[in-house]
């Protein structure tokens, strides 16, 4: 937080508690359980299946044949050809009898899938997971009656799945040569050669174990040479035995990071889903999102998309406290540098840049949209400013140096004395020409860069030459373009159609350098959001998701609730996944985010408690969620009313809170009032401080609120 501390003078009450502490009565057990999707017939589809992942591995479980076998999609997030995402194939379960009925059940707090198939011969119960760190996947069955199962293996079609979705001939450069089996042992290999060289390995070992019982491991190579995807695999699935301890022990430390709770059961399930997703999907050390995860569905974006999708994805680790599932994006774009500023062409000596959509290289070259690398390094900055990791921040700096020096390339002075962008795009609105001079998301992207590296450039005591620069161009750059109904696309092209994107509102959310707390702004901000909404025809998930965090924003909770509960209402299928055309993660995991920015918000120079939620949410808790700076905060709200606030401070930074109590404040350090509702707090590392209202203080308790039966176990299938 930026402030500065003078003398304690219009202090709040100060009450030393010298034992005072937050008691966490949650059983995160039974919580979950209110959370499991539940199948009360079997899944048929990818829109409906179960999903488990260690953020590389993963298996989607849902029916083939018609009903009468059941699938175990394989998956892995950097198996590609021709720097796109390709399926790798099926696991099929077949059962000797006729498949009548079938139930599921994903079970969060363990992070598995159970489940029993009944036929005419008998019944079959199984289990599945993805083993946290072992590249495994699990499936287990015990067969009873005079059921028995058997194995077999469905290769997936190793061609570009763009030219398949859009119904293109598929040239002789596009083939790839039949998959080959084999067997090494009792460990059955599948493996699919990829031009130009290497290709991907699905190996799987049965275990019978008598009793009807048998447990299937699998695993998936990939490489660039056979032997290496080979081994890999075959490694995997006869290397240790696989230890469903550890892999719990990961999941049980994993869930309690964080916690929410909400009176709408459904969105409180809905959150508690994405973070299982994003944890399934993404870890350190392993691939970055892309729009699927390590799951696969015939799709026309099988790569990395770097004009939203990536960036939104990237959103719900930050105040939900699970910071580690951010690291992903972090790395690849650290190790990306190189290709990275060969993207930005005749510039690249001190420039990087990026094209919409890259493999997991990075090698992109950047065309008409040169706003897709700037906008990912603000989730760069995020990462930073929610764990104030000063190594991270020196890894930033060139990196958004050179992004920006993009922009500073493309700059000229009009007659008006105005630095103005000659290049520019604004992502997928029509209509516009090629190039679209100061778009507004460009205009925007450049004075947060400059803001963020004067910024750095001061905490990292770094003199560089380039600091004039970035304040001339802060100080002459052209103002953001408007008309009668708000921002418009860019200087020559008005909002004036339904557009999903919010590119052009890109001050006001994420960025938050144009916000309702501006005098000047506000009802810019209110204009500009309800111009964009009230155009819904080409509205989208994430446009609803947008537009619930800028509702947020404006402490406008009823609103925020109603953005989200209408995507809810018509865009999430039924295991809380999502599809424009193809899968598209982001949109769901951005929801989640929207919730955070609900229940806590610190952008800016302040923290602020329950700063968007309805008031139809008469109870709500949550602890331990992050604030920039590096805070953890805790808070609970009881018919209405904020009853108690705690904040941590994990690197002594600076704090200036808005606990929406009411009434006096107190609290159990010192207090410097600044304005009416909103104080100071000196906070060393380590150290906390509680605030309340009231005589005395409260029993500062947090457990979930009361659900509603009807909606727990929403998601899933119902009869």
């Known amino acids: 937080m930026k402030t500065i501390f003078g003398t304690l003078i219009n202090c709040a009450?100060?009450?030393?508690?010298?034992?005072?502490?937050?008691?966490?009565?949650?059983?995160?057990?039974?919580?979950?359980?209110?959370?499991?999707l539940v199948w009360k017939q079997l899944p048929t589809r990818f829109e409906d299946a179960a999903y488990t992942g260690n953020g590389k591995l993963g298996a989607m479980v849902f029916t083939a044949d018609n009903g009468q076998a059941l699938r175990w999609q394989m998956g892995r997030t950097d198996v590609h050809f021709q720097a796109m995402r390709i399926p790798i194939g099926d696991l099929l379960l077949k059962p000797r009898g006729k498949i009548l009925s079938?139930?599921?059940?994903?079970?969060?707090?363990?992070?598995?899938?159970?489940?029993?198939i009944t036929t005419n011969k008998g019944a079959i119960e199984f289990r599945t997971f993805t083993h946290t760190d072992q590249m495994v996947n699990v499936f287990e069955t015990i067969a009873t009656g005079d059921e028995k199962v058997s194995?077999?293996?469905?290769?997936?079609?190793?061609?570009?799945?763009?030219?398949?979705?859009?119904?293109?001939?598929?040239?002789?450069?596009?083939?790839?040569?039949?998959?080959?089996?084999?067997?090494?042992?009792?460990?059955?290999?599948?493996?699919?050669?990829?031009?130009?060289a290497g290709g991907h390995a699905t190996a799987w070992k049965i275990v019978d174990s008598g009793d009807g019982k048998t447990t299937v491991y699998a695993s998936v190579g990939f490489a660039d040479n056979d032997r290496a995807a080979k081994a890999e695999a075959v490694a995997a699935v006869a290397g240790p035995s696989v230890s469903e301890e550890s892999h719990r022990r990961w999941w049980h430390n994993f869930w309690p990071e964080g916690f929410v709770s909400i009176p709408?059961?459904?969105?409180?399930?809905?959150?508690?889903?994405?973070?299982?997703?994003?944890?399934?999907?993404?870890?350190?050390?392993?691939?970055?999102?892309?729009?699927?995860?390590?799951?696969?569905?015939?799709?026309?974006w099988p790569k990395i998309w770097w004009?939203?999708?990536?960036?939104?994805?990237?959103?719900?680790?930050?105040?939900?406290?699970?910071?580690?599932?951010?690291?992903?994006?972090?790395?690849?774009?650290?190790?990306?540098?190189?290709?990275?500023?060969?993207?930005?062409?005749?510039?690249?000596?001190?420039?990087?840049?990026?094209?919409?959509?890259?493999?997991?290289?990075?090698?992109?070259?950047?065309?008409?949209?040169?706003?897709?690398?700037?906008?990912?390094?603000?989730?760069?900055?995020?990462?930073?400013?929610?764990?104030?990791?000063e190594a991270k921040l020196r890894r930033l700096f060139p990196l958004l140096k050179r992004s920006i020096n993009y922009y500073l390339h493309h700059l000229a002075e009009g007659t008006d004395g105005k630095l103005h962008l000659t290049q520019g795009y604004s992502p997928e609105y029509s209509n516009q020409p090629t190039p679209n001079p100061d778009c507004n998301i460009d205009l925007a992207l450049l004075r947060w860069g400059c803001e963020t590296l004067l910024a750095t450039a001061d905490k990292l005591k770094v003199d560089d030459p380039l600091i004039p620069r970035w304040k001339d161009t802060l100080a002459r750059l052209t103002p953001y373009p408007q008309d009668e109904n708000g921002l418009r696309i860019s200087a020559s092209v008005p909002f004036a159609e339904s557009h999903r994107h919010y590119s052009h509102l890109l001050m006001i959310y994420p960025l938050y350098i144009m916000t309702p707390e501006q005098p000047e702004n506000r009802a810019l901000v209110i204009k500009s959001l309800k111009h964009w909404m009230g155009m819904p025809a080409r509205l989208a998930g994430y446009s609803y998701t947008g537009a619930a965090s800028i509702s947020a924003m404006l402490g406008e909770g009823d609103e925020a609730a109603r953005y989200l509960n209408k995507l809810l209402d018509t865009k999430i299928l039924p295991n809380t996944l999502y599809v424009e055309s193809g899968p598209c993660i982001e949109t769901p995991l951005s929801a989640a985010a929207s919730l955070n920015d609900m229940l806590l918000s610190s952008w800016g120079d302040r923290i602020r408690v329950f700063p968007g939620v309805p008031a139809a949410w008469k109870d709500i808790a949550f602890h331990n969620l992050r604030a920039q700076g590096a805070f953890l905060v805790s808070a609970a709200r009881k018919n209405g009313k904020t009853q108690w606030v705690r904040v941590k401070s994990l690197a002594g930074e600076p704090c200036r809170i808005r606990p929406g109590?009411?009434?006096?404040?107190?609290?159990?350090?010192?207090?410097?009032?600044?304005?009416?509702?909103?104080?100071?707090?000196?906070?060393?590392?380590?150290?906390?401080?509680?605030?309340?209202?009231?005589?005395?203080?409260?029993?500062?308790?947090?457990?979930?609120?009361?659900?509603?039966?009807?909606r727990c176990n929403y998601y899933g299938l119902q009869k």
């Open 307 to 389: 004009n939203l999708n990536i960036q939104l994805s990237y959103w719900p680790q930050l105040t939900g406290n699970r910071l580690a599932l951010g690291e992903s994006l972090c790395e690849l774009i650290d190790g990306g540098a190189e290709a990275l500023a060969k993207n930005a062409g005749k510039f690249q000596a001190d420039s990087a840049a990026i094209g919409r959509s890259s493999g997991y290289d990075c090698v992109r070259p950047v065309g008409a949209e040169i706003c897709n690398l700037p906008w990912a390094l603000h989730n760069y900055w995020l990462q930073y400013r929610y764990t104030m990791d």
């Open 151 to 196: 194995w077999s293996f469905a290769p997936g079609l190793a061609v570009n799945p763009r030219k398949i979705h859009r119904k293109e001939p598929i040239e002789v450069a596009d083939r790839n040569e039949p998959p080959v089996a084999t067997t090494e042992g009792d460990i059955f290999i599948s493996f699919q050669p990829l031009k130009p």
């Open 13 to 36: 009450m100060f009450v030393p508690a010298l034992h005072a502490q937050v008691i966490d009565n949650t059983d995160w057990k039974a919580f979950l359980s209110r959370h499991d």
């Open 661 to 710: 109590l009411n009434g006096d404040v107190k609290a159990t350090i010192p207090l410097k009032v600044v304005e009416p509702g909103v104080f100071d707090l000196r906070l060393a590392k380590g150290e906390e401080a509680f605030l309340y209202s009231g005589d005395a203080l409260p029993v500062m308790t947090v457990a979930p609120v009361a659900a509603d039966p009807a």
């Open 264 to 300: 709408d059961t459904r969105l409180e399930s809905f959150y508690y889903i994405q973070m299982y997703k994003m944890a399934s999907a993404t870890r350190p050390g392993r691939p970055a999102l892309d729009l699927m995860g390590p799951w696969f569905r015939g799709t026309p």
């Open 102 to 116: 079938g139930t599921m059940r994903l079970d969060l707090w363990n992070a598995e899938v159970r489940g029993k």
